[in-house]
């Protein structure tokens, strides 16, 4: 158990919808990043935030959109669901952001399938 | 751009030792991670390079070479539990996102 917890554990919707996805990182990680993980494309980073603010974007899709509250914890929000959304979608967080060693913990994922 | 390049897939008998190869080609380097992954779990962190030359971990290694753009993950002593897809990850930039191979399938028989 790396601590970080997510929640649904899976969520299945219809397309055109909208979901959210919750993360709450480890106890005293400041740094939350987001990635999805498909069959064909592996893992891919999507966005990272840092105590708050927006550190850095990935391949992120204009639909998709998150934010890290004052208590640290961070929503994935999904919209205009299209069948090609279906996928892993992986939290983890670290300590800060640049330091060596920054080890990423990941937490259980939530999967996601759009009918 | 970044181009993580590993191997799909391989097998290996219990006990015996296996190489995991990756190579890589990104616009910046501030390290190398290994993790594994078991099937719709969590990628799980095994160890991280940063400078040239070879990490010992117990039954895990891992080795880079900067120059090559090359790191290898050697298991040891094979365990059943080893059965795993294995991933290579390089942090490019100062921000600590991570840049993900496809991951190597490792698949351990008796």
């Known amino acids: 158990d790396s601590g970080v917890t997510q929640t649904p554990k899976h969520l299945i919707t219809a397309t055109g919808q909208r979901v959210t996805l919750r993360c709450s990182p480890r106890s005293g990680d400041l740094s939350v990043y987001w990635y999805q993980q498909s069959l064909d494309q592996g893992l891919q980073f999507l966005i990272q935030y840092y105590n708050g603010e927006e550190r850095a974007k990935g391949n992120i899709l204009e639909r998709f959109s998150a934010q890290q509250f004052p208590d640290l914890h961070s929503e994935l929000n999904l919209s205009s669901l299209e069948l090609g959304d279906s996928a892993l979608y992986f939290c983890?967080?670290?300590?800060?952001?640049?330091?060596?060693?920054?080890?990423?913990?990941f937490g259980p994922g939530t999967r996601l399938l759009v009918l | 751009g970044q181009n993580i390049d590993q191997p799909t897939e391989m097998t290996a008998t219990e006990g015996a030792i296996v190489q995991i190869n990756c190579t890589y080609q990104?616009?910046?380097?501030?390290?190398l991670f290994w993790y594994q992954q078991h099937a719709g779990e969590a990628p799980t962190f095994l160890s991280y390079?940063?400078?040239?030359g070879l990490e010992e971990k117990g039954r895990f290694s891992s080795f880079l070479s900067r120059s090559k753009g090359y790191s290898y993950l050697l298991l040891k002593e094979l365990q059943m539990k080893d059965s795993a897809s294995y991933l290579c990850a390089v942090r490019d930039d100062g921000n600590n996102r991570l840049a993900f191979g496809k991951g190597n399938q490792v698949v351990v028989i008796p």
């Open positions: 990104t616009s910046g380097f501030n390290g």
């Open positions: 983890a967080s670290s300590v800060g952001t640049s330091g060596a060693g920054e080890t990423q913990y």
């Open positions: 390079n940063v400078l040239d």
